[in-house]
């Protein structure tokens, strides 16, 4: 957390809202600089709600996108980049498997000094259920004072479904890469299964304070239209965008 504090430069006003940072936290020699413009599309997760079928149907629809003004981060699942953010406490996926560590601040400087940030005033679409994660101010505090540097307003996409379906798909997906029984060896605040992590009212408040946050329900978009994909070309404001794409991977085995 200390280390996440450092790129955080000053107080700053994010959409009528105000953040600053704990009193202990340092300050950053480095100044903010005013947002570039255009608009970040965050695609936050939450997990097993469609997330990799999202995300080949963004890169299947680059062309069109950037035709749009709206472009796509490098990374088809920025995990990287979500795990910059998350509390260096929390043992995620990346990090257990040693594919990521917990950030310093070269890194938040590479990463932040990368030539896909020259936006020219476009529109960014970044997806990670990694996103789902952050809970704490201090990660709020720490998005908006860096990724708030390259876009005049941050839209969150949050995806949800039913508690009992989400709870055994998240575990699902743990199982299956090996990471379910040690995950529930650790303590709740350590765990990416913790109670904390179910915690829907506080995944809705931590998001909201970000931007206007825009959420799906899983259940009736399925129920409604057979997939995610219509709903969330909705809320990027690109209705029709995955007409003709029918893409439904990773489904949870129930038999």
Not at 35 to 45: E, F, I, K, N, S
Not at 104 to 109: K, N, R, T, V
Not at 167 to 182: C, T, V
Request: proline content about 5%.
């Amino acid at each position: 957390i200390a280390i996440l504090s450092a790129v955080v430069s000053s107080e700053r006003t994010r959409q009528g809202r105000y953040y600053s940072a704990p009193a202990q936290a340092p300050s950053s020699r480095h100044s903010t600089p005013a947002p570039q413009g255009g608009t970040l599309w965050l695609h936050v997760g939450t997990h097993k709600t469609g997330t990799t079928s999202i995300q080949r149907a963004l890169r299947l629809r680059e062309a069109e996108l950037r035709g749009a003004g709206r472009l796509l981060h490098p990374q088809e699942n920025a995990w990287g980049l979500a795990n910059l953010f998350i509390r260096a406490g929390l043992r995620t996926t990346p990090r257990v498997k040693q594919t990521t560590e917990p950030p310093d601040l070269a890194e938040f400087h590479r990463e932040l000094d990368a030539g896909h940030w020259q936006l020219g005033g476009a529109d960014m679409i970044v997806s990670s259920e990694e996103f789902c994660l952050l809970r704490e101010t201090l990660e709020a505090h720490a998005l908006l004072s860096t990724l708030g540097q390259h876009f005049a307003r941050i839209v969150p996409i949050l995806v949800l479904r039913n508690d009992a379906d989400w709870r055994a798909s998240r575990r699902d997906q743990l199982n299956k890469s090996g990471m379910l029984e040690l995950q529930k060896s650790l303590p709740d605040a350590a765990s990416t299964d913790g109670e904390w992590y179910y915690d829907r009212a506080a995944l809705l408040s931590f998001w909201r304070a970000i931007g206007p946050l825009r959420v799906i329900d899983y259940d009736a978009a399925l129920a409604a239209q057979g997939s995610i994909l219509p709903q969330f070309a909705a809320a990027i404001e690109q209705p029709g965008l995955f007409n003709d794409l029918d893409l439904r991977l990773n489904i949870r085995s129930t038999g």
